[in-house]
């Protein structure tokens, strides 16, 4: 059986998720973060990587939640939530499963700058660079979500597990918040929200959740 090593407020949250919209068994093993809300020394001993989530299945030891999702999907689900190769949406499935480090990676870049209290101006060269690519990721998800129902094509699949969080729990670090400003993306994000399976391992191990009781 899959274990999912959970640390709290943290995207292992879509790896549940994945677990629950596939009804695969799964062991969640919760780590709670330190007061430098970084991960305990016990979840970065599991995996040289050391960032949530990580899942062992077996002898295997797995991080990053974009590999780890597709692995479960190909290995456990039978594919149903991946997009495969012969699908006309294929190639849009590969583009939104990387959505994920894309965004994060601008995010971290203006995070640098805040705590460091280093914000550069806008004519900053890697300022500029930084705000041109994160436009472009919003502008990119608006234009996909008005002409397809999900981001991986016309039915849900783990490039949709893979974009929730971000668009969801990363506003408390600052991200963009999804608003009027972006409509299309707006809509999504409550249409997603209602799915039953979201809304139960939200429930289990989303920002709002604690450790379960021994
Ligand atoms: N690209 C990685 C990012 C993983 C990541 O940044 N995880 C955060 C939680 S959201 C983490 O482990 N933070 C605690 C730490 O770095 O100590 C993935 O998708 O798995």
């Known amino acids: ?3 999912i090593h959970h640390l709290g ?17 799964y062991e969640l093993k919760w780590y709670d973060r330190g007061a430098d809300f970084l991960a305990p020394p016990e ?4 995996h040289p990587v050391g960032t949530a989530p990580i899942i062992t299945d077996g002898d295997l030891v797995m ?6 999702v597709e692995y479960i999907s190909q290995r456990h689900g039978g594919g149903k939530l991946s997009v495969q190769p012969d699908d ?7 583009f939104w499963m990387q959505f994920n480090n894309n965004l994060q990676s601008t995010l971290f870049i203006k995070l640098t700058f805040q705590t460091t209290g280093t914000t550069p101006g806008a004519d900053n060269p890697m300022m500029a660079t930084t705000q041109r690519r994160e436009d472009g990721i919003y502008r990119a ?3 996909r979500l008005g002409e397809s129902e999900y981001l991986g094509g016309a039915r849900f699949s783990c490039a949709d597990i893979m974009s ?5 729990s990363l506003g408390m670090l600052g991200a963009r918040a999804i608003d009027d400003s972006l409509p299309n993306t707006l809509a999504y994000v409550q249409r997603i929200s209602a799915r039953p399976a979201y809304q139960k391992a939200m ?12």
């Open 9 to 25: 407020v943290s995207q292992s949250d879509r790896v549940v998720w994945l677990m629950e919209e596939l009804n695969l068994p």
């Open 141 to 143: 998800l608006e234009q």
């Open 164 to 168: 929730m969080f971000n668009l969801t």
């Open 43 to 46: 979840y970065r001993a599991l």
């Open 88 to 94: 006309p949406d294929y190639p849009h499935y590969l």
């Open 1 to 3: 059986m899959i274990t």
């Open 203 to 214: 429930l289990i191990a989303g920002p709002a959740a604690s450790r379960p009781a021994a």
């Open 63 to 68: 991080a990053e939640s974009t590999a780890i």
